[in-house]
């Protein structure tokens, strides 16, 4: 008889167990309803633009975030703030291996590793590559209905974009560039 209660109480706590584990879902990032804006800062002024994505997605188990992927098109640099030849020469540059050398690294990825749930969303610890250099980073991303947001400020210094870094070189008065450079998400999935 106590055998056959303990099979039962086995049987009972395998199956609860069982129906209890879930399979994290990925929602795909709907990129041409998706956003990436950047702004980075100089001792004179500032220079804003956009960035695409070109794939991505979140691991969601219910409503904990569990995981995710984004690929960046690092070609697809645009500057905002700017007109004509002034856009299209910063643009060029950008794209230069100045910085991101979009012609041998086309592409910047961001992959979540842990996600906390807080008050204000969840605490995001990823690691992003960009130019072949991968980084540990840590940020906070809002998540409502069907769109998660974010802003976060990345040191292109650790990547190898130090073109107008104050910490790398001297003497650049009014032409030394911020090393960090900020990013404001908006993901639609």
């Known amino acids: ?21 879930t399979t994290p879902i990925k929602k795909k990032i709907n990129i041409k309803e998706s956003s990436i804006e950047w702004k980075g800062k100089k001792v004179l002024g500032s220079h804003t633009g956009t960035i695409q994505l070109k794939e991505g997605y979140l691991e969601m188990d219910g409503n904990k975030l569990t995981g995710g992927m984004f690929v960046v098109d690092m070609t697809s640099i645009n500057v905002t703030d700017l007109e004509g030849d002034s856009k299209g020469k910063l643009e060029g540059h950008l794209k230069s291996d100045d910085f991101f050398g979009t012609a041998s690294h086309p592409t910047a990825t961001l992959l979540i590793k842990k996600a906390t749930k807080t008050k204000s969303g969840f605490e995001v610890t990823a690691d992003i590559t960009i130019k072949d250099t991968t980084e540990e980073i840590t940020f906070i991303l809002k998540m409502k209905d069907n769109t998660a947001t974010t802003s976060l400020k990345i040191d292109r210094t650790k990547f190898g974009v130090r073109y107008g870094s104050g910490s790398f070189f001297d003497n650049l008065g009014d032409n030394t560039i911020s090393d960090n450079f900020e990013l404001d998400v908006t993901l639609k999935f």
Not at 3 to 10: A, E, F, W, Y
């Open 1 to 21: 008889m106590k055998s056959i209660v303990k099979t039962l109480l086995v049987l009972a706590v395998t199956t609860t167990t069982v129906f209890a584990t």
